[in-house]
């Protein structure tokens, strides 16, 4: 007798058109990536629970990275992603599933309180997704696919319509699991604006699957400075095993949020109308793997702390990436989370007659950056007739170096990776 499967995926896209700076509307609300003190009113949730919660996820974040550590390619994860997906799989869980779950995710607290702190953090990074400005788009949004006649435990069932906001899509993998997979992959492919098609492959569904979880994140941001195309032109960048590559270097003087630190250089460019941002890590020339093995919560805290505004010759690489889809068992098994997908899970809090198990968590991202902007974004660029007239520090991101998308006032990664060969 098959066991039923639990089939989990979580899928990121983001489209990055524009290069970085600084507004100074949103520069003087947030001055570093710390997030300010501050109580707030819904649930007398305060600040430093919502720290907790962003700890917990950026924990997470460096944890699943360091399982990508030796390879040889670009590497790109949604710690964000991923983590939101299993919280909503969490008040399913039970027995050492369950414990396993929250030892992976570090939450060591009552459930209840959790789950009020993490709505509340989840309400601060998602409340863009109502802006129709035309410097950022973001959307976030979960699905839920159940095979039909499935008994969903009434408890769970509202937990995740209420906690989560989701509704429960009714489709029949028993009998027509290929229109499910289509329906699926057409729900993904508009909620990322075609830039993810087929999140799921022939054969990837059948008439054993029971449910199925789905996060798509999309975002499209403009720099709040631009680079001008006739500034970008093709340099070397160096690669890991000591060759070189020709690639597109954009390029502008101007003002950002910086900080050098043993030889590494940190460099936070935000987004226009937003309160994210793009931090990169640039190592030393032949400490990238030293650096990138030392990353953690506490390295990202050690580097915001200190940022100042500098004026910076800064050259970054234009480029398009999109990964292929990446199997995210292994590193959740090392994690701790074996039991999840194994005969003996217990899932029993989704639906006590079925034995539900994970089968699958899968990714796929797809990562642009450019030096496209909005007028607006362009007409902001004429400061750098004044920044050229001081004195600047050249910052070349020539060689390997790692990424972030952060939502700057409470200091939450929500996207990571390193990018090791532009042209690629």
Not at 238 to 243: F, P, R, V, Y
Not at 363 to 388: H, R
Request: proline share 3%.
């Amino acid at each position: 007798m098959h066991n039923a499967i639990l089939f989990l995926m979580t899928i990121l896209t983001t489209v990055f058109i524009g290069c970085g700076g600084t507004s100074d509307t949103q520069e003087n609300m947030n001055n570093n990536l710390t997030s300010q003190p501050s109580t707030l009113s819904e649930n007398n949730i305060t600040s430093k629970n919502i720290d907790l919660v962003s700890n917990n996820n950026n924990d997470f974040a460096f944890d699943i990275y360091q399982h990508f550590e030796g390879e040889d390619d670009n590497q790109f994860i949604s710690s964000y992603s991923l983590f939101s997906m299993l919280n909503i799989l969490l008040p399913g869980a039970n027995g050492t599933t369950k414990d396993e779950m929250l030892k992976a995710g570090n939450i060591d607290i009552p459930e209840a309180k959790w789950f009020s702190y993490f709505e509340a953090l989840n309400s601060k990074i998602v409340q863009f997704l109502d802006s129709n400005n035309s410097g950022f788009q973001f959307s976030f949004a979960n699905s839920f696919w159940a095979q039909k006649g499935i008994n969903l435990n009434p408890d769970y069932k509202n937990n995740i319509e209420t906690t989560f906001g989701m509704n429960i899509q009714t489709v029949n993998f028993a009998e027509n699991s290929e229109n499910a997979r289509q329906e699926i992959n057409t729900w993904t492919s508009n909620m990322t604006n075609n830039h993810i098609e087929e999140i799921l492959s022939v054969d990837s569904v059948n008439e054993n699957s029971k449910i199925i979880l789905v996060n798509a994140m999309y975002l499209k941001a403009l720099w709040t400075k631009s680079f001008f195309h006739h500034d970008t032109t093709q340099s070397p960048f160096s690669l890991l095993d000591g060759s070189s590559v020709s690639v597109p270097l954009m390029h502008q003087i101007n003002e950002f949020r910086h900080v050098e630190k043993n030889g590494t250089h940190a460099v936070c460019m935000r987004y226009k109308d937003s309160d994210f941002g793009l931090v990169s890590f640039l190592p030393p020339e032949g400490k990238f793997q030293e650096f990138e093995s030392s990353l953690n919560n506490k390295t990202l805290d050690y580097y915001a702390s200190d940022f100042e505004y500098k004026n910076l010759d800064l050259y970054y690489p234009k480029f398009e990436i999109e990964n292929n889809l990446i199997n995210l068992n292994e590193m959740l098994i090392e994690k701790g989370m074996a039991t999840a997908f194994s005969s003996n899970a217990d899932f029993s809090g989704i639906d006590e007659n079925m034995h539900l198990q994970l089968s699958q968590i899968v990714q796929k991202i797809y990562f642009k950056i450019d030096e496209e902007g909005t007028e607006a974004a362009t007409s902001t660029a004429i400061t750098i007739g004044e920044t050229n007239a001081k004195e600047s520090k050249l910052v070349k991101f020539d060689r390997p170096f790692i990424v972030m998308i952060c939502h700057i006032p409470t200091r939450t990664v929500l996207f990571m990776g390193r990018v090791l060969n532009p042209s690629k």
